[in-house]
C-alpha cells in the first residue's frame, strides 16, 4: 500500500503543474486523471477512482471522435468501478458503452471484444441473472476459441467464469469441469506460486463437496 501512496503522490504533483500550465481539455490530463484513477483502483479506494476516472472521461468526449479507442477504454474503466462497488446498472451502462464502440471498429472476432463479452456476463452474473450470463460467457469464449492458443490464460479466465456461473446454478459438475480445464491451463501459464491456482483448486475442492 505505501508503494501506491508513493506514486500516487507523485502523479499528484506532476498534475499539479500540468493544471497551471496546460489547457483544461489537454489530453495529457486526461492520461493524468487515468493514472492517479488506476492507483486509487489498486487501494480500494473507488470513489476516488471514480472522481478521477469521470474526469478523464470528461476530456475525452469533448475532444475525441465517438468510437475513439481511448473512450471506449475509459468506459470500460468506469464500468468496472461501478462493478467493484456493487452498482452493477451502471456497470453495465459503460460496458455496453464500450462494447457499442468495438462492435463498429473492431474486426468481429478481436479478442477484444470478447473482453467486452465477458464484462457482461460477469455483471449479470453478480445480478443472478444467470441464463443471460451464460450467453455472453459463451460468445467471449466462441471468440477466444478461434483467436487463442488453446493453453492461454485468457481461455482459463473464460472458463473459470463459466464454471463460478454453474456453480451459482448447481449444476456442480459441470463447474467441475469448467474449474479442472482453468486449472489445467493455468498450471501450464503461471508459476506454482501464482494466487490464482490457489483459487481455483479450492473452488474445485468446494465443488466436489456437492457432488
Given amino acids: 500500500m505505501g508503494e501506491y501512496s508513493k506514486a500516487c503522490s507523485f502523479y499528484e504533483k506532476a498534475l499539479e503543474n500540468q493544471e497551471k500550465t496546460?489547457?483544461?481539455?489537454?489530453?495529457s490530463l486526461a492520461i493524468s486523471y487515468s493514472n492517479i484513477g488506476g492507483v486509487?483502483?489498486?487501494?480500494?479506494?473507488?470513489?476516488?477512482t471514480l472522481s478521477f476516472y469521470e474526469k478523464t472521461n470528461e476530456i475525452w468526449e469533448k475532444t475525441l471522435p465517438a468510437n475513439h479507442p481511448s473512450l471506449a477504454t475509459s468506459y470500460?474503466?468506469?464500468?468496472?468501478?461501478?462493478?467493484?462497488?456493487?452498482?452493477?446498472s451502471k456497470a453495465l451502462l459503460f460496458y455496453e458503452k464500450t462494447l457499442e464502440i468495438d462492435e463498429k471498429t473492431l474486426?468481429?472476432?478481436?479478442?477484444?471484444?470478447?473482453?467486452?463479452?465477458n464484462n457482461i456476463g460477469l455483471v449479470y452474473d453478480?445480478?443472478?441473472?444467470?441464463?443471460?450470463?451464460?450467453?455472453?460467457y459463451e460468445k467471449a469464449l466462441e471468440i477466444q476459441g478461434k483467436t487463442l492458443p488453446e493453453n492461454h490464460p485468457h481461455l482459463a479466465g473464460s472458463y473459470s467464469n463459466l464454471g463460478n456461473l454453474y456453480y451459482n446454478m448447481a449444476e456442480y459438475s459441470?463447474?467441475?469441469?469448467?474449474?479442472?480445464?482453468?486449472?489445467?491451463i493455468w498450471q501450464r501459464a503461471l508459476p506454482p506460486t501464482h494466487p490464482q491456482l490457489n483459487i481455483v483448486k479450492e473452488s474445485i475442492?468446494?465443488?466436489?463437496?456437492?457432488?
Fill in 22 to 27: 496546460l489547457p483544461a481539455n489537454h489530453p
Fill in 40 to 48: 486509487y483502483a489498486k487501494m480500494g479506494e473507488y470513489s476516488k
Fill in 76 to 88: 470500460s474503466n468506469i464500468g468496472l468501478v461501478y462493478e467493484n462497488m456493487g452498482e452493477y
Fill in 107 to 117: 474486426p468481429e472476432n478481436h479478442p477484444s471484444l470478447a473482453i467486452s463479452y
Fill in 126 to 136: 453478480n445480478m443472478g441473472e444467470y441464463s443471460t450470463a451464460l450467453s455472453w
Fill in 174 to 184: 459441470k463447474a467441475l469441469s469448467y474449474f479442472e480445464r482453468a486449472l489445467d
Fill in 205 to 211: 475442492e468446494i465443488v466436489k463437496t456437492k457432488l
